[in-house]
Every structure is written in structure tokens, then in C-alpha cells.
Nanobody
Framework: QVQLVESGGGWVEPGGSLRLSCAAS????????IGWFRQAPGNEREGVSC????????YYADSVKGRFTISRDNAKNTVYLQMNSLKPEDTAVYYC?????????????????????WGQGTQVTVSS
């Protein structure tokens, strides 16, 4: 089972940017679909983005489309989430997740139950 570690979270003002990293060990991310989720206090876990293992196609939630970009660096065994034009409602703990069998449908919302491996999460806070 792949082990995942998120990093890059922190505090930014509205309109700012952050880049989250999801570093893997124990297996290659290239052989997995990788999803990003977020959860704010009192809210359910929300699927944010996903990148597939085969064709590299991507999924974005409507709330982040045009502002967030997911990418993969196979040599570094790392997946990134570039977050631009951040809003206070983006504040949450962000998690990356991996699954060796899942294909993320670009037109279907992400389901956390579809992912086998999870990182510990990293806090993102957007406020003025």
C-alpha cells in the first residue's frame, strides 16, 4: 500500500496562492489515480480534484475550476495541487488519496470511499 504525505499548506490572504504537494513512498503514483479532498470543520469531505494514471486526464469540482490545477511529476513520485485566487471558503484541511484501480471520471464527482490510501492532511487557511 502506498504511503502519502501532504505538505505546502499554510495561511494566505484572499487572492493569494499555495501549492500543495503529495509525496508517495512504497509504490509509484504513476500507477494510481490521485485525488485531492478537503474538509472544513462541521462539513463533509469534499472531492476537489483528481488525476488519472493512464491518460493523465483530470477532474475539478465546479467550486475550484479555473483556479486550481493538479499535476504529476513521475520522477519525483509527487502530485501537486496549485491553488490560485484563493477564497476564504477554500479554508479546510486538504488530503491527498490514491487508488491503484480507480479511474476518475472527469464528469463525475469524487467519492472518498473509492480511494484506498490517504495522507494525514495539511491545513489551508485563507483570511484577511
Amino acid at each position: 500500500q502506498v504511503q502519502l504525505v501532504e505538505s505546502g499548506g499554510g495561511w494566505v490572504e484572499p487572492g493569494g496562492s499555495l501549492r500543495l504537494s503529495c509525496a508517495a513512498s512504497g509504490s509509484t503514483l504513476e500507477s494510481h489515480a490521485i485525488g485531492w479532498f478537503r474538509q472544513a470543520p462541521g462539513n463533509e469531505r469534499e472531492g476537489v480534484s483528481c488525476i488519472n494514471r493512464s491518460d493523465g486526464s483530470t477532474y475539478y469540482a465546479d467550486s475550484v475550476k479555473g483556479r486550481f490545477t493538479i499535476s504529476r511529476d513521475n520522477a519525483k513520485n509527487t502530485v501537486y495541487l496549485q491553488m490560485n485566487s484563493l477564497k476564504p471558503e477554500d479554508t479546510a484541511v486538504y488530503y491527498c488519496a490514491a487508488d491503484p484501480d480507480l479511474y476518475c471520471d472527469t464528469d463525475t464527482v469524487l467519492n472518498a470511499l473509492d480511494f484506498r490510501s490517504w495522507g494525514q492532511g495539511t491545513q489551508v487557511t485563507v483570511s484577511s
